[in-house]
């Protein structure tokens, strides 16, 4: 089995920045890439950035695109997202996300995903 923890959530004010971690453990051989959703209150699970595992190709949401950078450290199994010049319409929950294959829906879909964390709390005031 496969356990996510992610860490680094807080709250901040408008503009400033934050860095997330998720540390993958367990069974994490053969992982094609990680992700990170969101969840803002009263609203869907979005998409907010991808990285393959092997490559480091990145994929992001337009919302994040210019702000957000996803990475990964393979030596340690975990995956980051620093995001900076926060917005308080980027208050939400943040959920990373494992994939194992690299068939099936892309990386922007929720359903490509076989393993998910807990949740990171984001907090932005204006």
């Known amino acids: 089995q496969v356990q996510l923890v992610e860490s680094g959530g807080g709250s901040v004010r408008a503009g400033d920045s934050l860095g997330l971690s998720c540390a993958a453990s367990g069974r994490t051989f053969g992982v094609y890439a990680m992700g990170w959703f969101r969840q803002a209150p009263g609203k869907e699970r979005e998409f907010v950035a991808s990285?393959?595992?092997?490559?480091?190709?990145?994929s992001y949401a337009d919302s994040a695109k210019g702000r957000f950078t996803i990475s990964r450290d393979d030596t340690k199994n975990t995956v980051y997202l620093q995001l900076n010049n926060l917005k308080p319409e980027d208050t939400a929950v943040y959920y990373c996300?494992?994939?194992?294959?690299?068939?099936?829906?892309?990386?922007?879909?929720?359903?490509?995903?076989?393993?998910w964390g807990q949740g990171t709390q984001v907090t932005v005031s204006s």
């Open positions: 990285i393959t595992w092997s490559v480091g190709s990145t």
């Open positions: 996300a494992l994939r194992s294959s690299a068939y099936g829906l892309p990386s922007q879909h929720q359903g490509a995903y076989d393993h």
